[in-house]
């Protein structure tokens, strides 16, 4: 992200003391950031309500509520803001509630002018980095929710992570399995190596033969140079089969033969060229069925189907709506700069009744929209939602809300994603590069999420 000259960023800083806030506000403006200052906590939750700030600065000890009481609101409510904690009053149990509900840094008065500086353009060199790292790397991939079914799914991934027999998920249409398949492979050892997505159901069946295997120069009308299929471009990694049961029996046949001899057969050639790969495949059919009836090979299913990883559709793990929705409208403020104020109580009603049978990709779809529709500094309401949405009536909202014990018993969103981060560290055995790359962010950002010493790298 670029920032010009004239404008590096928007900060807010909160001290009762109009001394100490004029103070960083001219060293920060003199650095050329822009900076609204705020005496209590009260105004500066008003002042975020007006416009985003990328960065605030908060004193620990204020009038009408503590820093950490205002660190929990901003971090509740403004997704999106990095807050650094400054104070005369420190102790360690202060700055690990700090940093455990996700301050950045924590500095001791007296202060000079650089250190604040220097946190404030670290903050935000951090974002840049954060932001482009979740994009280049997992593109806003990776498994989220905290019921016990997701878990189970988030467990199975990563215990089959380790060895190279190859996984079958089984899921409905949106239910992710792309993202479970890319989860395995971020916990293997092949995670440096190529990950390689073929949709089996988008390639055209004259075409697909040539999309796995590749083709010698010649082999067909059109074929004017060699090409490498995606099972030698995924040698070293993984390949993941998409949708593998629209696939035609004879075309099956040649992938078990590729399973068998670990070799493959650009179309065309002789030769037969090794090559060493993880296959992951997927599939939204029941195979076993499929297997019955005579459209899928039964030798191809039983050497697919080593682990099995069966995703729950949307419907079945409800509690994880909320969590996932506010993911969603994290990523979508991001990409589109646009400061949402989150989900009117009508909208997490409704979006927790509706069954959703398009799983999770309607979902993130239906928040897409809304952002869209939604105006700057506006909460997201029903009419932004898609028309079946929008027609669920108060009847059966109020019915989920009470079966889901209501809003008031979801957790804020904070602390799920302090307790996921928390849960992936345990699953990596503290190890905090793997758990960092799993989850699209770097060490650092994992220690000042979390208190010092709360884990350790092995």
């Known amino acids: ?71 929990r609101e901003i971090k509740e409510n403004q997704l999106d803001t990095t807050v650094i904690m400054v104070t005369g ?18 500095i001791c008065k007296p202060f000079k002018p650089e250190q604040i500086r220097a946190a404030v353009s670290e903050a935000l ?33 990563q215990k089959v992570a380790d060895n190279n027999s190859n996984v079958l998920i089984t899921g409905e249409s949106g239910t992710g399995k792309e993202v479970v398949a890319r989860t395995t492979h971020a916990f293997s050892p092949r995670a440096s190596k190529p990950f390689v997505t073929v949709n089996c159901a988008a390639i055209p069946e004259t075409l697909l033969e040539s999309e796995l295997f590749g083709h010698r120069k010649g082999a ?57 790969v993880r296959v992951i495949a997927a599939s939204n059919k029941n195979l076993e069925e499929e297997m019955r009836s005579g459209n899928f090979r039964e ?14 559709p949307l419907r079945e793990h409800k509690e994880d709506i909320s969590i996932l929705a506010h993911y969603f409208l994290k990523v979508y403020q991001e990409e589109m700069k646009k400061k949402i104020n989150g989900f009117s109580e009508e909208v997490m009603n409704s979006l927790l009744a509706y069954d959703w049978p398009g799983n999770i990709r309607e979902l993130k779809n239906a928040i897409e929209r809304a952002a869209i529709l939604v105006e700057k500094n506006s909460p997201l309401r029903k009419s932004h939602f898609p028309h079946q949405i929008q027609l669920l009536s108060p009847s059966r909202c109020a019915k989920r809300e009470g079966k889901e014990g209501g809003l008031k018993t979801i957790a804020p969103l904070k602390d799920m994603e302090i307790k996921y ?38």
């Open 125 to 157: 060199e951090k974002r840049d980095i954060l932001s482009d790292e979740l994009q280049e790397l997992y593109g806003h991939q990776i498994i989220v929710g905290k019921s016990p079914q997701m878990r189970k799914v988030f467990q199975m991934a």
């Open 89 to 106: 009053y420190a102790t360690v149990e202060s700055a690990i509630s700090s940093i455990k509900l996700g301050a950045q840094e924590y």
């Open 220 to 276: 067909f009308t059109g074929a004017t140079y060699s090409r490498k299929g995606s099972f030698e471009l995924a040698h070293g990694g993984t390949i993941f089969l998409d949708e593998i049961g629209e696939m035609k029996v004879d075309m099956q046949a040649k992938i078990l033969r590729v399973l068998d001899e670990r070799k493959v057969k650009r179309v065309g050639a002789e030769e037969t060229i090794g090559i060493d």
């Open 299 to 312: 030798d191809l299913f039983y050497r697919l189907n080593v682990i099995q990883i069966a995703i729950p």
């Open 1 to 71: 992200m670029d920032r010009s000259n004239n404008h590096k960023g928007n900060i807010l800083v909160v001290d009762d003391e109009i001394r100490i806030g004029e103070a960083i506000k001219k060293a920060l403006e003199r650095s050329g950031y822009q900076v609204e200052t705020a005496v209590n906590g009260t105004l500066a939750l008003e002042k975020m309500k007006e416009a985003p700030f990328e960065v605030v600065i908060c004193d620990l000890k204020l009038p009408d509520m503590d820093g950490v009481q205002l660190l």
């Open 421 to 458: 981060i928390e849960e992936v560290m345990e699953m990596c055995r503290g190890n905090k590069t793997k758990a960092a790359r799993l989850l699209g962010i770097t060490p650092v950002t994992i220690w000042r999420k979390l208190s010092k010493g709360l884990h350790s790298d092995r």
